[in-house]
Each structure stands twice: as C-alpha cells, then as structure tokens.
C-alpha cells in the first residue's frame, strides 16, 4: 500500500510502500524515553520503498543495553520522530514511525514487542501477537 507522510512543522515529507502486516507496537524502554510516550507504534518499510520529498532530517545514534547502534532519524526544527534504521549509510529497512503516516487509522497495529518492559498500566492494545522480547 501506498502511504503519505509528513513531520509537524511541515518541512520534511515522505513516500513509502508499506505492508500493512508490518505494523506494530514496541514496548522497549528506548522507544518509551525517545517517544516520550507509553510505547511507539512502528510499521518496518523497505529503504528501496522510501521516497523523502522535501527536507534534510537529522539523526542521532543510540547505543541500546545490547551494545547494538541505531540512527533515529528527525526533524530537526520540531522534533518529530521520522524512523529508525541501523547505522549503515545504505540500511535495507526503516522502521517508520507509524503516527505520522497519513494513512495511520487504517494501519491497526498487528504485532506487539519487548511486552516484558510494556508499562503495567497498559492492556494488550488489540488483535495482536504479542512477543516478550524482539520477534525469535
Ligand atoms: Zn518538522
Ligand atoms: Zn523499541
């Protein structure tokens, strides 16, 4: 499916080609603190899919518990969170943030991660397939 983004300032915008089954929801506690939020909601794309229209993001590299590196990608005049990928100037997939697809209430969430670090507040969000730690 065909999907449309933007970030909230409006400078950076996006094409992507996305699996709708590749939707869903991490609970890990970096994308708690680097979402500012409960859990982030993800759909993962191929690279070769994604078309940025306008804009130059920012990215920040993370180093996660694991020892493992990350560049998060965002716009660097509001703060919206754009994707993930790893460090690889040429990386395969992106892990797009879902909220700011404009397609995103026709994308429920299929699967949920790291649900050992889910806030305990929460419930299961849906119909999804819910995985203690990365996919196995
Ligand atoms: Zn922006
Ligand atoms: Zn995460």
Redesign the pocket.
Known sequence: MRITG???????AFEAELDPEKVGICHCTDCQVTSASAFRTIAMVDAAGFRLMR?TPKTYVKTADSGNQRALTF??????ALYSATTDPEPAVLNLRAGIIDQRHDLPPRYEIWCRSALPWLKPVADTIRYEFQFT
């Open positions: 933007e970030c909230h300032c409006g400078e950076i804009g716009c660097g005049t509001c703060g919206t």
